[in-house]
């Protein structure tokens, strides 16, 4: 696998010289890296098929399937609320999310301008006041 090679050869030249290795024999997909796939969360089945309440964290591609055992046990993947840009956010993330951008990307977006009513702030489509 390709993810695997490159995480190993970036573990591989982040160490000194004859160090012993960073993490001996691990599964590259439980490494801390976020810049590199998601990371999703799992839970443990029991006999009956029902969770346990025991997750674990992996990084995965978004394009591969589903885990359905670890480490012989097994998992179902725990949906997650998405990471959404917002108050708190850093700057980068929030000007992914701008009137603009999300114009150009073929999205509609709609701002509360008073009680029960919201106003079209980006994009075409759609009407361009609402009111509840």
């Keep these: ?4 090679t490159a995480i190993r050869q ?8 004859g160090a012993p290795p960073l993490i001996p024999e691990a599964d590259p997909r439980t490494l801390p890296l976020s810049f590199a796939m998601p990371i999703y969360v799992y839970e ?14 992996i990084v ?14 097994p998992v179902h993947r725990v949906p997650q609320a998405p990471n959404i840009a917002g108050k708190w ?11 603009e951008n999300l114009e150009r990307l073929g999205f509609t977006k ?7 009513e919201m106003t079209r702030v980006a994009g075409k489509q759609g ?3 609402l009111n509840h």
């Design 10 to 17: 970036i573990l591989s030249e982040a160490r000194p010289k």
């Design 89 to 99: 956010s850093d700057m980068k993330a929030k000007s992914n999310l701008s009137n």
């Design 44 to 57: 443990y089945l029991d006999d009956k098929g029902q969770g346990t309440g025991e997750c674990f964290e």
């Design 110 to 116: 709609y701002q509360r301008t008073g009680d029960g």
């Design 1 to 4: 696998m390709k993810v695997k």
């Design 60 to 73: 995965q591609s978004m394009s591969e399937d589903a885990l359905t055992e670890h480490e012989g046990r």
């Design 127 to 129: 009407p361009k006041k």
